[in-house]
């Protein structure tokens, strides 16, 4: 899997039955003016072969996950803020909240991702990219 990705893309690895992950993947697709990003569900054959090759396992997260090929991954809120450094528009603001702890700011976003289904859904399948958006996904 690895050797068929580019390098000078970072991929998000998420959870493709939430909607409200499925709607952030939706944000980062319209803000990431640079074309950075390429996308896979964590639960879809190319998120576990990434996650396996990083010793992830697979059963054991539901947290977003940041690959940069060759580099690192990031988890959680370092994840997310790593993303939004790179869109276009005010989000990339948030990125000036990681001078916080990362102790505090999982906590925020474990308590987010703990509710997640209870709050915003979830769907029954994962989410299937429209012609157009195919090629961001793995």
Same mark, same amino acid.
């Not at 569900?41 to 539901?62: F, H, Y």
């Not at 906590?107 to 859904?121: E, P, T």
């Given at each position: !899997?690895?050797?068929?990705?580019?390098?000078?893309?970072? *991929?998000?690895?998420?959870?493709?039955?939430?909607?409200?992950? #499925?709607?952030?993947?939706?944000?980062?697709?319209?803000?990431?003016?640079?074309?950075?990003?390429?996308?896979?569900?964590?639960?879809? /054959?190319?998120?576990?072969?990434? !996650?396996?090759?990083?010793? *992830?396992?697979? #059963?054991? *997260?539901?947290?977003?996950?940041?690959?940069?090929?060759?580099?690192?991954?990031?988890?959680?809120?370092?994840?997310?803020?790593?993303?939004?450094?790179?869109?276009?528009?005010?989000?990339?603001?948030?990125?000036?909240?990681?001078?916080?702890?990362?102790?505090?700011?999982?906590?925020?976003?474990?308590? *987010?991702?703990?509710?997640?289904?209870?709050?915003?859904? /979830? /769907?029954?399948?994962? !989410?299937?990219?429209?012609?157009?958006?195919?090629?961001?996904?793995?």
């Amino acid at each position: !899997m690895e050797s068929s990705i580019d390098i000078n893309k970072k *991929i998000i690895l998420f959870d493709g039955v939430c909607n409200l992950c #499925n709607s952030a993947v939706n944000y980062v697709i319209e803000h990431d003016a640079k074309d950075f990003f390429r996308f896979a569900s964590l639960q879809s /054959k190319a998120g576990i072969e990434l !996650m396996e090759e990083r010793g *992830i396992d697979p #059963n054991a *997260i539901d947290s977003i996950i940041l690959i940069e090929p060759g580099i690192a991954y990031y988890n959680k809120s370092t994840a997310a803020l790593k993303i939004a450094k790179h869109l276009s528009g005010s989000i990339s603001l948030l990125r000036f909240f990681s001078v916080l702890p990362e102790g505090f700011r999982n906590l925020v976003y474990d308590f *987010i991702a703990k509710n997640r289904y209870q709050w915003f859904g /979830k /769907k029954d399948a994962c !989410m299937i990219p429209t012609p157009e958006l195919k090629a961001k996904f793995l």
